[in-house]
Structures are given as C-alpha cells and as structure tokens.
C-alpha cells in the first residue's frame, strides 16, 4: 500500500524522485506544490464532463466514465513518462483531497513495482499549511527594506546583494510585477494568489535566521497581488536604507529599463488612463503629447515629478517612517551600484536580531 504522511511532516523534493499532481491543468496552473510536475489523471475537460454526469445523471455513471478516462489517461503517462524510469523510483503524490484521482495514480504504479507515497490530504492540506505558516515564518526574521524614488535601481541593487550571497526576498519577482502603474510584466501574467504564497513561503524557508532579508519597499499590493498580513507588519516595522540619485540619471534608467513601452504607445496610453480619476484631462493630454512626439526623457521626469514622486512621499510618511541610513549616489552607473553594494554587503555579515 502507498505510504501516506501528513503534510507537517518534513515533505521536501530530496525526498522523492518527483512530486506528482494529478489534478487537472487549470487547477495545477492555480497553485501547487513546489516543485511538482503535472500528470493529470483527468483533463480540464474530462473533469467537467464527469462532474456533469454526477450532478445530472447519477454517481455512478460518473464514476465509470471517470474510471475509463483515469485508465485511458493512466496508460498514455505510463508509455510516456514512466517508460524510462528505474526501479528505486519513489514519487509524491497528490490530488485535491488525497482521494479517488491520487489513489488510482498511487495503485498502478505501485503494481508496477515502485514505492509511492500519497499526500494525506492532498491539495487542500497542503494549502491550509501555508496559510498557517504565514502567520508565523515571518516573525521569524529580521529585515532590512530598501526604499527609493522610482527610478533608483533598486531592483538591480537587491539582485547583486543575492549575487553577494545576501538574503533577499524578491517580492516583485514572485509576483511577476514590478509594483506600479507600469509594473505588469511585458509577456507573462501574474500568478495566482495561491501560487504567490506558496512561492513566498519557499522561498522564506530557504533564508538563514541568523541573517536579515532584505526587501525592497513595497505597498501591501503588488499588482494584483496581496502581501500575506505577518509579512506586511514586518516590514513596516524594519528598518530601512534609502537610496537617491539625480534626476537625470533615474529618467535614463527607467527609460531603458521600460523600453518596451516606447515600442507600445496606445498601450502606455492605456495604462495612464487609468490615473484620470486623479489628474486633469489637462494633464494626461499633456502626458499623451509627449508620448506621440517620442519625448521620452520629458514624459518620465513629467509622470515622475508629477505622479510616482508624490506618490512615493505620501506612501512613506504611512508605511515606512524608520529610515536609518540614506546613500546618495552621484549616478546609477555599473560601479556606483556595485559600491553601494559592497558596503550594504558588508554591514550584513554581523547575526542579525529579530524585529
């Protein structure tokens, strides 16, 4: 018989030769375990079509037409994935709930020969651990919050601290938006609330206590995206360094850095439309008029001045009012950067205290 441990139990991918999740496509996109591949037992499809025959028909014409997909599915992994894989192979696996669509993986593997280990209480389990484990993991930390007018690079500064083997918490990246009004990401949407969690709670067990995190000054809102509770207050409460620069050298940045908007203009059009319950119509044509005259350089000093920096004040003066240390860097050169850096670096080397 499969094995079946609990989900508090110590389940990490070094375990296992793999972290299956049967469930369907959508429900894997919406969140899983990390790590885990999809190998559905049922398509998006067929588990429409079984939960149809339950509801209009009766359990158990479902149930036999869910069976024949389960097998039919079952056989195609089985001449597909499975076909190479040796005879010490152990995988975890998982559903929903731990029930009929996990089992049926779990049985014939087992047939075949393998050791299985089914997750109790599958999915669902497995998401009432993170929402516990938010609550706590991060109090369990200190934090060093890097705050800065847009424009500063202080995403490329977070990145070179993890290159120095600091610990750094990339919520933006978890949450595939950089966290403004122009932060979505140019290709790809964001995750799923759940899979961000889940995400943020791995990447939270991976860091050192003994060590702070750094995390760049979000809002409580990233996108569409929310920053768990435990998380937020932590933040607030940390003390931050803040960077600054000339204007001149954060309107280059983000010009360069936000490139693809150049090659969009109806919808960098489209996006400020959204602001026309705070500015004038005045205002926004002006924005408009820059951006059909291609005067980029001028459109972002005007939105910066106009819209991110006051924006940026008045989130600060709520949100984070421990400012301990201030760097004023003459450019955002390669090697202002990375000075910065060395010296952020460097102060991080002593055991950090809780906050």
Known sequence: MPLTPNITADICPQLYSEIIDVRSPAEYAEDHLPGAINLPVLTDQERAEVGTLYKQ?????AR??????????????LKHHFADHPKGYHPLIYCWRGGQRSQSMALVLTQVGWRTTLLKGGYKTYRTYVREQLEQVPYHFSYRVLCGLTGTAKTEILQRLAQAQVQVLDLEGLANHRGSLLGAAETSA??????????????LQT???????????????????????????????????????????RVDWLVTHYEHFTHNSALLKDKLNLLRRSYSKAQLQHWHNLIDEQQWPAFVQSLLEEHYDPAYRRSMK???TNIQQQHQLPDLSATSLQQLVNQLATNCNQPATTV
């Not at 028909?57 to 014409?61: G, I, K, L, Q």
């Not at 929310?226 to 003390?239: G, S």
């Open 190 to 203: 964001q995750p799923s609330q759940k899979q961000f969690e889940s995400d943020l709670l791995s990447a």
């Open 207 to 249: 860091f050192d206590t003994a060590h702070p995190v750094w995390i760049e000054a979000e809002s409580n809102k990233i996108g569409e995206r929310f920053v768990p509770k435990a998380l937020w207050d932590q933040m607030q409460a940390a003390p931050c360094v803040e960077v600054q620069a000339p204007m001149s050298s």
């Open 318 to 320: 709520r949100q984070y």
């Open 64 to 77: 036999k037409k869910g069976a024949a997909l389960v097998s039919q599915n079952l056989s195609y992994h």
């Open 57 to 61: 028909v009766s359990a158990f014409v």
